[in-house]
């Protein structure tokens, strides 16, 4: 089923929600209804799927990169992505380094052949890049 537009296709102007119908019991509602708009709204499938994932994996990136088969650097980007589309700037506060978690995780996926040597230097250098695990 297709998701409700926000915007008219024709003048782009906000969508009225006039009425619902329920194909099981045969039921019409008529009114005037406001969307359901959240800040989740914005988000691609993708980035909503991610949320799900995340929250299932009580945000423990060892269990997303086994759920997801995608290394800890992409899923650290992906997680920054989905910061940045609800409107924050992730670590924006922090000073930008490296824990021995994520040395280790780098060097770990280096070893397994996830990332090249050059991908690993960047990352150890502290660079935000994604770099895509097979896919």
């Avoid at 924006?92 to 280096?110: G, Q, R, S, V, Y």
């Amino acid at each position: 089923m297709h998701r409700l537009p926000e915007k008219c296709s024709i003048c782009d102007s906000d969508i009225l929600v006039t009425r619902f119908y329920c194909p099981n019991c045969d039921t019409s509602v008529e009114g005037h209804f406001q969307a359901n708009v959240g800040p989740f709204a914005n988000l691609t499938d993708k980035q909503r799927q991610f949320i799900l994932t995340f929250v299932s994996c009580e945000g423990r990136f060892n269990r997303m990169e086994d759920e997801l088969n995608l290394s800890y650097p992409t899923i650290r980007n992906r997680l920054y992505e989905v910061i940045r589309a609800l409107g924050f700037e992730p670590g924006k506060d922090e000073e930008p380094t490296l824990t021995a978690e994520d040395k280790e995780k780098i060097l770990d996926d280096l070893e397994k052949g996830k990332i090249n040597a050059i991908q690993a230097q960047q990352l150890l250098q502290g660079l935000e890049l994604e770099f895509k695990k097979g896919k």
